[in-house]
């Protein structure tokens, strides 16, 4: 009994406790926005970027993650700590901010490309919005249309009774116990 107790407890300590907590999400901005965010030779994007952190199978709370470098477009750059923490119990979405080092020169370019893509972000949500007005407007004729023609139709069987139907000639004829009618 204590046997199985301990592999039950064993089980739901490597499976289910892991399920329990997800990935971290960082979200990772600076000012001025569109520095480059990059870690361990691999680039996240340009800020505001999010970063997910595995977590799952971690056993302990907190763990040491690379360093995070994030490079302006003036040469301009700022690193995390070598050392750099991330904890579960603060919670599964985290932010780090990052302000350009003022000392270094070229704040006047890291400003202007900060703008050029806020416009484009504006642009492409502009272009999101309208494809989807787009598709709305192209949903909204096929409804009128179909509304128009089920009008239509109902009409059409509505005046069907009015309609002058053709006369019909029916003649009877009885032979023996039953009668045959022809109509024409």
Same mark, same amino acid.
């Given at each position: 009994?204590?046997?199985?107790?301990?592999?039950?407890?064993?089980?739901?300590?490597?499976?289910?406790?892991?399920?329990?907590?997800?990935?971290?999400?960082?979200?990772?901005?600076?000012?001025?926005?569109?520095?480059?965010?990059?870690?361990?030779?691999?680039?996240?994007?340009?800020?505001?970027?999010?970063?997910?952190?595995?977590?799952?199978?971690?056993?302990?709370?907190?763990?040491?993650?690379?360093?995070?470098?994030?490079?302006?477009?003036?040469?301009?750059?700022?690193?995390?700590?070598?050392?750099?923490?991330?904890?579960?119990?603060?919670?599964?979405?985290?932010?780090?901010?990052?302000?350009?080092?003022?000392?270094?020169?070229?704040?006047?370019?890291?400003?202007?490309?900060?703008?050029?893509?806020?416009?484009?972000?504006?642009?492409?949500?502009?272009?999101?919005?309208?494809?989807?007005?787009?598709?709305? $407007? $192209?949903?909204?004729? $096929?409804?009128?249309?179909?509304?128009?023609?089920?009008?239509?139709?109902?009409?059409?069987?509505?005046?069907?009774?009015?309609?002058? $139907?053709?006369?019909?000639?029916?003649?009877?004829?009885?032979?023996?116990?039953?009668?045959?009618?022809?109509?024409?």
């Amino acid at each position: 009994m204590k046997k199985t107790l301990g592999v039950l407890l064993s089980m739901i300590y490597l499976f289910a406790v892991p399920l329990l907590f997800g990935d971290v999400e960082l979200t990772v901005t600076s000012e001025p926005a569109g520095a480059t965010v990059t870690s361990g030779g691999q680039t996240y994007g340009t800020t505001p970027v999010m970063i997910r952190v595995p977590t799952r199978g971690k056993k302990q709370p907190c763990f040491i993650a690379a360093a995070l470098r994030l490079t302006w477009a003036s040469g301009a750059y700022a690193t995390t700590p070598a050392d750099f923490t991330i904890c579960e119990s603060s919670g599964r979405k985290q932010a780090m901010s990052f302000p350009r080092p003022p000392e270094v020169a070229g704040a006047d370019l890291d400003y202007q490309y900060a703008v050029q893509l806020a416009q484009l972000d504006l642009m492409r949500r502009q272009m999101i919005l309208n494809a989807y007005l787009g598709i709305e $407007q $192209q949903r909204q004729e $096929q409804y009128e249309a179909q509304q128009r023609n089920m009008l239509e139709y109902a009409r059409s069987l509505h005046d069907f009774g009015k309609r002058p $139907q053709p006369a019909l000639s029916c003649t009877s004829e009885r032979i023996g116990n039953v009668v045959y009618t022809r109509c024409r």
